[in-house]
């Protein structure tokens, strides 16, 4: 109904505005053309200074009414730094915006045409050139140093505590791997990836054994994040709202980004007064027809069941047995079913059940 009515209105402001037009031109016939020039000239410098005070009071009428909405809550450590910076570029482009966009406006009210006015010329002015140059530099050097601070930050290399979790885009997914108990993720080759080994895990790497995938993004509230980051097939990029986390997935090249989540999602829930309220990964790079449906769920616990869930998560190895008999060395196979959890009758067993079956 608002949007109707606010539709109405502008119809009926653009019909106005189309009589005074109108009337303005009959105007100009009756009269001779030089006053009629000049009173178009006035009703033109009017309906300019109408269009920046409109314009200006509808911005910071819309901004204040709906600015809860513009932010999400931050859930992060640094997300209050990346925050901070996002206000006070917002702010400084704000001020720019409303002294630019008045003058501008007021140039055309101020300075219309006149007979016998002439206007002022100079060719160049050394002190106002200086100044114009010196001030947008002075103010951009010090927002790119303050957030040149936050890059190498959030870039940098992790601490050794960090949980390190390698998320894995491709057309039209996105899949997690974790690097299970012994906390350092196994090689990976490319060339390795097939239908069943979509990380491309290098078998003979014993890092790769107790590897495991998941299809939810768990992160332990209070820790230290290390995400590396790598694409498949076209550019992607991981998005986490809450956290002010942003990275691209480029293909052939590892990315990365650290953080620390602060808040768990029941802590969510329960700020944001939502009890259905759950973290979400997008992926904010356009990479084809199904990127709508790039979401990853997100989940944040305490330290403590964050590592339950890790202890309850089955080895990629384990759950691929033909693997362990096809690509993990002989020499290897022993610290393979170890550290896989896998149990003997994982491996070729298994296997021979697999077979007689397909073949019944
Ligand atoms: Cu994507």
Same mark, same amino acid.
Not at 12 to 26: D, E
Not at 274 to 279: D, K, R, T
Not at 303 to 318: C, D, G, I, P, V
């Given at each position: ?5 606010? +539709?109405? +209105? /502008?119809?009926l ?14 105007v100009?016939?009756?009269? =001779?053309?030089k006053?009629?020039? @000049? ?11 109408a269009f ?7 911005? !910071? ?29 917002? *702010? ?10 008045i003058?501008m406006?007021? &140039?055309t009210? *101020?300075?219309?045409? %006149? ?5 002022? &010329? ?9 100044l ?6 002075? /103010? ?6 303050r ?14 505590e ?10 039209? *997914? ?9 906390t350092?993720?196994?090689?990976i =080759?490319?060339?390795?990836? =097939?239908a ?8 003979? =790497? %014993? ?39 942003k990275?691209?997935a ?9 953080f620390?989540?602060?808040k ?20 904010? %790079?356009?990479?084809?027809? +199904? ?7 997100? /989940?944040? %616990?305490?330290?403590e ?7 309850a998560?089955? *080895?990629?190895?384990? @759950?691929?047995?033909? !693997? ?8 290897k ?9 896998m149990?003997?009758d994982?491996g ?8 007689? /079956?397909?073949?019944?």
């Amino acid at each position: 109904m608002m949007s109707l009515i606010i +539709g109405i +209105g /502008v119809a009926l402001i653009v019909v106005i505005l189309y009589l005074i037009f109108r009337i303005g031109n009959l105007v100009s016939l009756v009269k =001779d053309e030089k006053a009629a020039t @000049q009173s178009r000239n006035r009703t033109h410098a009017f309906l300019l200074m109408a269009f920046m005070i409109l314009s200006l009071i509808g911005f !910071y009428y819309w901004s204040y009414v709906h600015f809860d909405e513009y932010v999400l809550p931050v859930a992060s450590e640094h997300g209050a730094i990346t925050d901070h910076l996002f206000w006070i570029t917002m *702010a400084i482009c704000v001020i720019a915006f409303t002294l630019i966009f008045i003058v501008m406006f007021w &140039f055309t009210y *101020a300075y219309q045409y %006149e007979e016998g006015r002439k206007a002022a &010329f100079f060719a160049d002015n050394h002190k106002l050139e200086i100044l114009w140059t010196l001030i947008p530099a002075v /103010v951009m050097a010090l927002l790119i140093f303050r957030g040149l601070r936050a890059w190498t930050d959030i870039t940098g290399p992790a601490s050794k505590e960090a949980e390190v979790i390698e998320l894995v885009a491709q057309q039209f *997914a996105w899949t997690a791997r974790y690097p299970g108990k012994d906390t350092e993720l196994g090689k990976i =080759d490319f060339r390795l990836i =097939d239908a069943s080994n979509e990380f491309g895990l290098d078998l003979t =790497d %014993e890092k790769s054994y107790d590897d495991f995938k998941s299809q939810t993004l768990h992160l332990p509230a209070g820790k230290e994040v290390l995400l590396k980051i790598r694409a498949k097939d076209v550019l992607h990029s991981v998005f986490l709202p809450h956290f002010r986390v942003k990275m691209d997935a480029v293909p052939g090249m590892q990315t990365q980004f650290k953080f620390r989540p602060m808040k768990t999602t029941a802590q969510m829930r329960e700020e944001t007064g939502n009890p259905n309220f759950n973290y979400e990964m997008a992926c904010t %790079e356009i990479c084809g027809k +199904g990127h709508f449906s790039m979401r990853f769920p997100v /989940v944040v %616990e305490d330290e403590e069941t964050y590592n339950k869930w890790k202890a309850a998560q089955e *080895a990629w190895l384990k @759950q691929n047995p033909d !693997y362990y008999d096809k690509y993990v060395p002989k020499e290897k196979k022993e610290s393979a079913m170890i550290k896989s959890g896998m149990s003997p009758d994982n491996g070729s067993l298994k296997q021979v059940e697999l077979k007689t /079956v397909s073949v019944n």
